[in-house]
Each structure stands twice: as structure tokens, then as C-alpha cells.
């Protein structure tokens, strides 16, 4: 069984839409061989449990609720959303999510990618950090 992670961060502006993908940046450190950036997502490849760490500043351009939500494969991970509500557009939330993944296919060619969808305001995403380690 192989050891890996990743932290990503993205400290530019992005604006992201209702149901738009926030981008999670560029690879910081990366270690291993069962994870890397693909896109606008983290593609996760091996079997085992991956832990995932996610935290994002975000400053939606209304009032009101905004929520970020980790999907895998285009499937939202049970437990992995972070909601927050806004009494002005321009307010500063922070956002964190925790998860835990089990991913059971051992070969690399059936690779799962995680991504972080945004709903309820369009925002600014302002910082991103995310880190997977495969345990």
C-alpha cells in the first residue's frame, strides 16, 4: 500500500457562479503517486481511504446562503457540504470541509476526481487550500 498527498492552494480572486466548479488552484506539495491535479479537480487513483481537508474564504456578491459541497465522480459526499449565510454581498465567510473517501478499485485506470461545487450566491472565492492524504 502506497502513501500519498496533496495540498493545493489558490490565493487569486475567482469569481464562481451558482453551481460553478471552485478551482482549487496549483499543487503546493505534492507526495506520492495516487493523487494529482486535473483541471478543476483532484483525481484520486488506488485503493484505500483518502482524508480530505478543504477550506475556502468566499465573499458572495449578495446577501444570503452560500455552500460548498465535495463531490466525487459528480456524486456530492455524504456529510462534505459547509453552508454559510451573509447579511450583506461583500461579507467574508470562511467555509471547511472534512471528509473521509474509500476508494476500492486498486488499478489507476478507473481514477475518481473530487471537485468543490459552490450554490446558493454567486461568489468570490478569494483563498483555497486543500489537502488529501491517502492514510
Known amino acids: 500500500m502506497s502513501k500519498s498527498a496533496i495540498y493545493t492552494a489558490n490565493s487569486a480572486t475567482q469569481v464562481v457562479a ?4 471552485v478551482s482549487p488552484g496549483t499543487i503546493i506539495r505534492r507526495f506520492g ?11 484520486i487513483c488506488g485503493s484505500g481511504y483518502y482524508d480530505i481537508e478543504a477550506s475556502f474564504t468566499v465573499a458572495p456578491t449578495a446577501a444570503g446562503e452560500v455552500t460548498i459541497t465535495a463531490y ?5 459526499l455524504p456529510g462534505a457540504t459547509a453552508t454559510s449565510t451573509v447579511a450583506a454581498g461583500g461579507d467574508y465567510t470562511n467555509l471547511s470541509i472534512t471528509s473521509l473517501v474509500r476508494e476500492g478499485c486498486g488499478c489507476c485506470t478507473g481514477m475518481k476526481t473530487l471537485t468543490f461545487e459552490l450554490t446558493g450566491t454567486e461568489s468570490n472565492v478569494t483563498n483555497t487550500a486543500i489537502v488529501i492524504s491517502k492514510l
Open 18 to 21: 451558482v453551481d460553478g466548479i
Open 72 to 76: 466525487l465522480d459528480n456524486v456530492p
Open 33 to 43: 503517486p495516487n493523487l494529482n491535479l486535473s483541471g478543476n479537480g483532484i483525481q
